[in-house]
């Protein structure tokens, strides 16, 4: 008998086979997992691509250049509040698509931790961390830092989240901190100006200032009489409150920088005092800041302590919100003022198409502008004062066209009826601190040189009758089953025969 027709053959060959069958089977999987570890290929399938990143963001993430460190204080998802599980969801999937890109940029220079702030405290404190925010850190020691708050991630209408801004707010969090160089603000000094350094609740802005050096802002103080120029790292330049009036080669020095140089200012007056001299500089850019009291006797115009109540003024249907209100506009917040005056578009000024001026804030249609501040009783007169609603926050830009027919901005300023709102004892007031920062971001443009547009928010609702509902528990209760038990009965019937 040959060897090959022989049991001991034929066990061999079976034994070979199966052998050569799991070294297969092995080599199959080795292989698939070293193509999908060196060769993955992601799709997102979802209609509104909420996992995936625009192609901005994977280009900036591609050259960014220094780590980024992400700290996240949002509660963890609680059944109990669906709401705040929907945002911890949306931020961290978002998270989880940065880090994949960063690393497949061939930069993974993006951690992200998530901290709880009352499990953790001293962590917390070491950080300066406050709950439901995402801070971003940069640098080799953290020093650049940037916070974005809960409220700045959604796009909000009847307190209802309608889009999700999650990552145009990331995005241009970490090209903020990642960029060694820091947007540089100055504030004016030598007039009377609220001081930056000083802690007093009425006059003090040491809580402005740290705020603001939260948000990576470089801050330096700045003495037209002295330095005769502004330099030219200027981001912004800021007067806060200012007491006795400019000289004239520091009004010409402040018109240059905003004309020649596309400078950008923000101007917070204190009323009932002497001119200051910006209101010929803040007339040709079309504003009005009238040297009148801001009173209302109006139920809804006055708070207990007698603030001022503010709402933020929403444009026209077919017009976009202004990037300064819109956190205010969306969330209904109002803003607490003190003693305060008008700062409005002049009515008088000529057409100009170059020239946006847009106010922001007003007061309620019983509020008026006395002119006659310093008489104790204030009562209205309609042949000298101002009737109301007066607006009290006004913005203006000047735009330029081009040859590729979209306009470019060469100069942004914002007046402020107020400056006592920005103080240390009124900062935290409403929405006070929240439109100082809004307006800040948009005349540096922090915020809007990204054009990475919104995600709507799904929402799916079943709405189920009363009968509707019933049907639905007797299909459950009885159908399904007794759907499984004819079948058993076919079974058996069919065995039988």
């Known amino acids: 008998m040959r060897f090959f027709h022989s049991f001991r053959a034929a066990r061999w060959l079976r034994t070979t086979n199966l052998v050569l069958q799991a070294v297969l089977f092995v080599t199959f999987f080795v292989g698939l997992n070293y193509l999908a570890s060196h060769y993955a290929w992601r799709f997102d399938l979802t209609q509104l691509r909420r996992h995936s990143l625009s192609a901005e963001t994977k280009s900036y993430l591609a050259r960014l250049g220094e780590p980024v460190r992400v700290i996240v204080t949002l509660a963890q998802e609680d059944e109990g509040d669906p709401d705040q599980a929907a945002i911890y969801r949306d931020v961290r999937g978002l998270l989880r698509e940065y880090i994949y890109a960063a690393d497949t940029a061939a930069s993974g220079r993006i951690r992200v931790d998530y901290i709880d702030v009352y499990q953790r405290p001293r962590e917390a404190e070491q950080l300066n961390l406050t709950a439901n925010t995402v801070l971003f850190l940069s640098g080799e020691h953290g020093e650049r830092r940037r916070e974005v708050p809960l409220a700045d991630l959604y796009r909000r209408r009847d307190k209802q989240r309608i889009a999700f801004l999650g990552e145009q707010a990331f995005t241009a969090a970490i090209l ?25 609740p009425v006059r003090g802005l040491s809580e402005l200032r740290d705020a603001l050096r939260q948000r990576n802002y470089a801050l330096d103080m700045l003495d037209l009489a002295r330095a005769r120029a502004i ?72 708070a207990d302590n007698g603030d001022l109540i503010l709402s933020a003024l929403a444009p026209p249907p077919a017009t976009p919100l202004h990037p300064a209100t819109q956190l205010l506009i969306e969330n209904q917040l109002v803003l607490r003022f003190g003693s305060t005056r008008a700062a409005r578009p002049n009515p008088a000024r000529a057409t100009d198409p170059g020239l946006a001026v847009t106010p922001l804030v007003a007061t309620g249609a019983t509020a008026w502008g006395e002119r006659e501040y310093r008489r104790r009783l204030h009562t209205f007169n309609p042949a000298s004062d101002l009737a109301g609603p007066l607006a009290v926050v006004t913005a203006a830009e000047r735009v330029k066209a081009n040859d590729l027919r979209f306009s470019v901005p060469v100069g942004r300023i914002v007046a402020f009826g107020n400056a006592d709102f920005v103080a240390n004892g009124r900062l935290r007031a409403g929405a006070n601190a929240a439109i100082v920062f809004s307006t800040l971001n948009w005349l540096v443009d922090r915020d809007t040189l990204l054009n990475i547009p919104a995600r709507p928010v799904e929402r799916f609702q079943l709405a189920l009758s009363h009968d509707r509902l019933r049907h639905l528990r007797y299909t459950l209760l009885f159908a399904v089953p007794g759907a499984a038990a004819l079948l058993g009965l076919l079974v058996y019937w069919t065995r039988r025969k």
């Open 231 to 302: 330099p030219e790292d200027a981001a912004v330049v800021v007067s806060v409150g200012a007491q006795t009036r400019y000289e004239s080669y520091e009004q010409e020095t402040l018109r240059d920088y905003m004309t020649n140089r596309a400078g950008r200012m923000a101007v917070f007056f204190q009323p009932a005092i002497n001119p200051t001299g910006l209101e010929e500089l803040l007339h040709d850019w079309g504003v009005l800041a009238d040297n009148v009291l801001v009173c209302d006797r109006g139920a809804d115009g006055r």
């Open 176 to 200: 903020d901190v990642s960029s060694p160089g820091q947007k540089k603000i100055y504030f004016l000094a030598g007039h009377g100006e609220m001081d930056p350094n000083a802690v007093d």
